[in-house]
T-cell receptor, first 108, second 115 residues
């Protein structure tokens, strides 16, 4: 069961949007796409999740490709507090299997 | 509201000693429960998950075991620790059901150092 593929790191300027891509080409029709972020020495924090339609919440937006083989997490205005490792997860059944994640650096 | 408790926060244990990490969840019933391990500078590795009392699924063969003696209690154990067992151990829970259509909640973790 292949995990997701994400870039190792991305940089952004403060107050600018951040687009984090994720490839999940082996996704099945019932797998949800989850995003979590993790600060150093802390447990992961839920960001957003979706199945087929684009999703918005107070933290971010999730754009899911029509074929569901990829998705993009959008942080609309990055702040210094958004600097973290962001994990894209293909949730199969009851399991969340993490990949390597993307380290986001936010420059002031 | 639901909360998850995980302890201890840090632990230093000698090689060959036993291990017991406990995780409890409050404010929900019949949750899915998970144990993850994160080696230094790496991603999270799913070790065990449970969908009910006494129901444990192991993801990675190793010298660790898990038990769920009560609905909202999940225990990670080892009879003899190895140096490679060092890492950041995280417990998590989610609402029960066949699909992850809700978020998972993580504890604050236990940093284990085997010396």
């Amino acid at each position: 069961d292949a995990k997701t593929t994400q870039p190792n790191s991305m940089e952004s300027n403060e107050e600018e949007p951040v687009h984090l891509p994720c490839n999940h080409s082996t996704i099945s029709g019932t797998d949800y796409i989850h995003w979590y972020r993790q600060l150093p020495s802390q447990g992961p924090e839920y960001v957003i999740h979706g199945l087929t339609s684009n999703v918005n919440n107070r933290m971010a937006s999730l754009a899911i490709a029509e074929d569901r083989k990829s998705s993009t997490l959008i942080l609309h205005r990055a702040t210094l507090r958004d600097a973290a490792v962001y994990y894209c997860i293909k949730a199969a059944g009851n399991k969340l299997t993490f990949g390597g994640g993307t380290r986001v650096l936010v420059k002031p | 509201s639901q909360t998850i408790h995980q302890w201890p926060a840090t632990l230093v244990q000698p090689v060959g000693s036993p291990l017991s990490l406990e995780c409890t969840v409050e404010g929900t019933s019949n949750p899915n429960l998970y144990w993850y391990r994160q080696a230094a500078g790496r991603g999270l590795q799913l070790l065990f998950y449970s969908v009910g009392i006494g129901q444990i699924s192991s993801e990675v063969p190793q010298n660790l075991s898990a038990s769920r003696p009560q609905d909202r209690q999940f225990i990670l154990s080892s009879k003899k620790l190895l140096l490679s067992d060092s890492g950041f151990y995280l417990c998590a829970w989610s609402v029960s059901g066949g699909k992850m259509n809700t978020e998972a909640f993580f504890g604050q973790g236990t940093r284990l150092t085997v010396v």
